[in-house]
């Protein structure tokens, strides 16, 4: 676990509400859709980003919002109507990096990926609100580097609760 400073970055991709989730809890079908769209195809491979992918949770206090697609620090001119845009501020961060994963990891249920990272966080130490729906920056971004397989789970942290 380590925490840092995020510059600003570009979520670029496909929103999902909660309604849309599956049976196992996932968003599993929608993520694979996503991969199967040739207009999110031809975007990541025209803008050089077709080795990685991510998903983002963005927490409200009784609701979220799921995003699958890229992320990235450049600015995106053109951007397909079928996409959708969302920026991350600069924010301090702690993150947790795996090896070895595939994108099979986007297809797992939310009830268990989330409160399998944020009881890793705790037992780092890592200061979070118990609802990360109360968060200034209620946001949990996953990043996968399909050449390396390192994944990354990052929370966005809060400064009115860091020590």
Do not use: C
Not at 23 to 44: A, C, H, L, M, R
């Amino acid at each position: 676990m380590k925490k840092e400073e995020f510059a600003a970055l570009n979520f670029i991709g496909k929103v999902f509400l909660p309604g849309q989730i599956d049976e196992n809890k996932s968003y599993g079908q929608q993520v694979q859709e996503t991969e199967n769209d040739p207009v999110f195809k031809k975007f990541i491979e025209r803008n050089g980003l077709s080795n990685q992918r991510a998903s983002l949770v963005v927490f409200a206090p009784e609701t979220f919002m799921f995003w699958y697609g890229v992320v990235t620090d450049k600015k995106i001119n053109q951007l397909p109507k079928q996409l959708n845009h969302f920026n991350l501020p600069a924010s301090e961060v702690a993150e947790i990096e795996t090896n070895n994963m595939n994108l099979s990891f986007f297809g797992q249920p939310l009830n268990f990926v989330i409160p399998t990272f944020l009881d890793k966080l705790a037992q780092s130490d890592v200061v979070f609100h118990e609802n990360p729906g109360d968060s200034k920056n209620p946001y949990l971004l996953t990043t996968l580097n399909l050449s390396t397989k390192k994944l990354a789970q990052i929370l966005y942290l809060d400064a009115s609760v860091q020590k």
